[in-house]
T-cell receptor, first 114, second 114 residues
Framework: AQTVTQSQPEMSVQEAETVTLSCTYDTSESDYYLFWYKQPPSRQMILVIRQEAYKQQNATENRFSVNFQKAAKSFSLKISDSQLGDAAMYFCAYRSAANNDMRFGAGTRLTVKP | DAMVIQNPRYQVTQFGKPVTLSCSQTLNHNVMYWYQQKSSQAPKLLFHYYDKDFNNEADTPDNFQSRRPNTSFCFLDIRSPGLGDAAMYLC?????????????FGDGTRLSIL
């Protein structure tokens, strides 16, 4: 079974600075999808960014970008110009292309300091 | 505009007393999911519906059941809640069951057991 590991339970960043959240996963599949979700306190989980494994180019969404290293099975999230509203729990998720098997990491709690 | 709506936001029930959590969606998505999320942990998939086809995760407890009377609504029934069932319950939808389609989450229902 696929596993997703987020090795940083908590991270903090100064406002306007850059922070990178780590995610590694274990799979024997070659085709899959990776996601980063953000869950603010007491609010719904929303998609931040996604990456198809067959694409070599790293996904980017405004201030959010990923560093996808397929061989290393690594999928880190970089947040540039951090804002107070970025404070949340961030979950890395893996989804098989063959079935509906979606696995979440344990999450990283990001604090943004003013 | 809320697209995945969970009611209620907070639910309190007594040990062993059946409880039903509800979820509705305005996205007309084919797939609806129920996740259990305990404090500081990753969401854990309980089951999902693809249209009317029900798929139960192997380790979902037997006292958890679900109903999907139509495309828009999905219910989570807990027949005899135990103290260990206290958690946040997340409903999510996606257009299709495979692929890079993201899941859209509701705000969740926080269930407390007295």
């Amino acid at each position: 079974a696929q596993t997703v590991t987020q090795s940083q339970p908590e991270m903090s960043v100064q406002e306007a600075e850059t922070v990178t959240l780590s995610c590694t996963y274990d799979t024997s599949e070659s085709d899959y999808y990776l996601f980063w979700y953000k869950q603010p306190p007491s609010r719904q989980m929303i998609l931040v960014i996604r990456q198809e494994a067959y694409k070599q180019q790293n996904a980017t969404e405004n201030r959010f970008s990923v560093n996808f290293q397929k061989a290393a099975k690594s999928f880190s999230l970089k947040i540039s110009d951090s804002q107070l509203g970025d404070a949340a729990m961030y979950f890395c998720a893996y989804r098989s292309a063959a079935n509906n098997d979606m696995r979440f990491g344990a999450g990283t709690r990001l604090t943004v300091k003013p | 505009d809320a697209m995945v709506i969970q009611n209620p936001r907070y639910q309190v029930t007594q040990f062993g007393k059946p409880v039903t959590l509800s979820c509705s969606q305005t996205l007309n998505h084919n797939v609806m999911y129920w996740y259990q999320q305990k404090s500081s942990q990753a969401p854990k998939l309980l089951f999902h519906y693809y249209d009317k086809d029900f798929n139960n995760e192997a380790d979902t407890p037997d006292n958890f059941q679900s109903r999907r009377p139509n495309t828009s609504f999905c219910f989570l029934d807990i027949r005899s809640p135990g103290l260990g069932d206290a958690a946040m319950y997340l409903c999510a939808t996606s257009r299709e069951i495979v692929g890079s389609q993201p899941q859209h989450f509701g705000d969740g229902t926080r269930l407390s057991i007295l």
